[in-house]
């Protein structure tokens, strides 16, 4: 074909190096609108483009008429003149005067268009028209329902050719258009039948024959009621992702409809399952994907009538589990609302003549770590993968994403005939699945060495953890999980042990310290044994416990005050130095009653070691936010209580008190310090607890001025409480710390400003987020320490993982 072109447009069209766009070419008929002009330069790069032609002059005649082209699963061999039209890179489609044609280009640019961009076969027609006539496109002749006819058959087409149907007479059975995941263990194909490891299932490892799936819906699908669906023909109906149309609605039309109320939470896919759409034949689609690789399961996809129902999922969940399973022997299935949907799944299964399950298969529920915390408490340990053996690092959330490509051709799907808009989904997934194929080695290479770190990580941790615990106590605990996992399938219950089940008063307090040093004073086998003479000796320790955490709350009272207090401030504070100094009087008068000798602490030969309780060896200044760092410089009284030392073992010093013959009275204050040590750090727990439920419901809720003044006033006040038993257990330790045969340091460490900080696992541990988070110390103290005796750890069933230790100690 000649064409007539100046040298400068030529020029022009080689300099850009436009590439060829490919149209439809209409052939041997009235209505010839495109020209494809050939050979611009000389060059090899030469261009191709189209012209726009209102007659039928120079138009290219390679195009023979020919007889319409069958589908591709019909068995006729195809004739010498659709061969040649072939040949020529051309399909023809389903026309009455057979004489429009596509070239291969232009079908493969517009699958890729509508994939890639979402393009309906409009928009991509549109854009056709206004590149072959830029000023007058309206009058291109219109070809947009051939394109669609075009489509439909030329993805049909390659389909077929891919997946081996082209040129054989065997049929395609369910799900053999549809590519699915090369990762997940498929027996006949990825995985030898014949190999030791099916022959031998006792060896083979759990995970190895196992099918993961998750399931999830999506109401963006939506799909309208057909104009005439007597005219609907299905090209590929159930050959790819989507269910056949015949049985699926033969279950459906025997399937009960039971209408369920949220046993959890109320959850929006359980109270809204029977939410019905009068304008809609599907509300959306639901199925089951690989929840490890994230590939749609072939022939599992169903249209949703109404809201998610179980009737709709149950389908698609027997199509995924009877999809190349032979010899897989569990299944883990993650679905948001599991605790509802397989409390009768067995039964509803059973019932149904168009459900099924292998045989021998077992189901194990879950849900995905994201949902699971909008769950009750209890459901975590039921069905959170941290807790399902052999899962690995699944978040059961995948689907989720694979929605959002989907989403992007779904709303020009929602206006085309059933069996179309079936195609199309189709094609959307298969090629979804595709892209996950060709990049999953890559993506497995680098997950693979992240496993390889983690787990060595791991190990270590939980060897560490392993060496404290009480080696009886982890032989215990490792029957009880074993029991625990036998039975979940049956009874999620079971997993029930994994949650904290303490008693309360585990930890002594001091006043339980008190008690019992008290009861077991006079008993032969009781370690600390006081002559008679200084019977009541505990109640008179505790009594300077007291005394001194009183002293120290003072004190951080006179540094709070400001450089120009108020009379009232000064007549308050003065107040609480009358009370204390009270009570050190009486304190001290009883003192040679227990200590043997009398003791003034003005004497320089005073048996107290005197040291100023602001400057002891603890450093108070990681808690103080105090405006005046000078206790004295409102108080010119001789007598300041506050900064009195009173009389204990720990003032007095163990080489002393062996002296004296005070090391009984060591031991009860050893029992007693530690039971102060607990009292302190469980009042610190709760106000942190109490801190984080401020902000969270109440500081970050706060609408207006006032109530946000309010709220942080209240978190000031918990802050101060903070600080103020911080300071006590300080002093506690700092005590401790004079005082011999004990090792509770060990056990009770420093504390530092930032263990103080409030945070969000404490206020809900099982919260969204907390995989990675690690709490202070004392939420967790030693493993061995806790298990001994009657400590807390005794009542915590599983020492599994060590994030399950810190939860036992959260609450």
Known sequence: MAVSMSHSFAQTVAEFNI????????????????????????????????????????????????????????????SAETYSSFKQACFRHISPDQKTAF?????????????????????????????????????VTDRYRELMRAARQWRQCKLYKWHGFAHKDDQPKDGDLALFCLACPQPGIN?????????????????????????????????????????????????????????????LAIAQDNVQRSDCNNHRAVNQANASQQRLEATGIGGCACAQHGCFVPHSMVDFQKGERQMNMDYALSQALNYKTDRISRAITFYDINFQYNKYLKDRIASSMYLSIPIGMDIIPGIGLWHVHGHQDNCFVRYASNFIHGTGRIDGEIMETLWAPLNIISPSARGMGTPHRKEVLDYQMNDCNFMKMICITKFLSRKFKEAIKGASESKLAFDNLNETANPDMVVLWKAEEALAHANRAEDPTAMDIYEVRLERGKSPTKKQQELHLLQAQNRPEHPVINPPGRQGAATWLATGLTIEESQISLCKDVRSLRMHPMDMQLLRVARCQDKLHTQITSFLEMSPTYLGVGVNVNDPDCPVTVCNSLDDCEDYSDFDEDQNPDPDVHNASIFQPELTVIPLPSNIGAVRCRELGLTNLIKEEIALREGQANDTLHAIRVHL????????????????????????????????????????????????????????????????????????????????????????WFWSLDVQGDTSGNDWMTECVSSVSDYEVIRSHMF
């Open 689 to 776: 607890g109490d801190k984080a439920v401020l902000f969270r419901n109440t500081v970050r809720s706060a609408k207006s001025q006032a109530s946000s003044t309010r709220a942080w006033t209240r978190v000031r006040s918990v802050e101060t409480a903070v600080n103020l038993h911080a300071r006590i257990y300080s002093k506690c330790r700092s005590q401790l710390a004079k005082l011999p045969y004990h090792d509770l340091l060990k056990k009770y460490l420093p504390l530092k400003k930032e263990d103080l900080k409030a945070s969000s696992a404490v206020a809900d541990p099982n919260a969204r987020g907390q995989r990675d988070t690690t709490l202070s």
């Open 191 to 251: 995985l030898d039948l014949s190999t030791s490891t099916v022959a031998q299932p006792d060896d083979t490892p759990s995970w190895l024959m196992t099918r993961y799936l998750v399931m999830d819906g999506n109401f963006k699908a939506e799909h309208m009621h057909p104009v005439n669906p007597s005219d609907e023909v299905s090209l590929m109906d159930g050959l790819g992702f989507m269910v056949s149309d015949e049985r699926y609605k033969s279950h």
């Open 19 to 78: 590439k060829d766009i490919h149209s439809i070419a209409s052939v041997n008929g009235p209505d010839h609108f495109f020209k494809k002009l050939h050979s611009l330069n000389s060059t090899d790069d030469s261009s191709d483009f189209f012209q726009w032609s209102d007659t039928d002059d120079n138009i290219d005649d390679d195009y023979l008429e020919e007889p319409f082209i069958q589908p591709v699963r019909d068995s006729d061999l195809l």
């Open 103 to 139: 070239t291969f280009a232009v079908l493969d640019d517009f699958m890729l268009d509508n994939l890639e961009c979402g393009t309906s076969a409009m928009n991509y027609y549109s854009k056709i028209r206004r590149l072959t006539s830029s000023i007058f496109p309206l009058m």
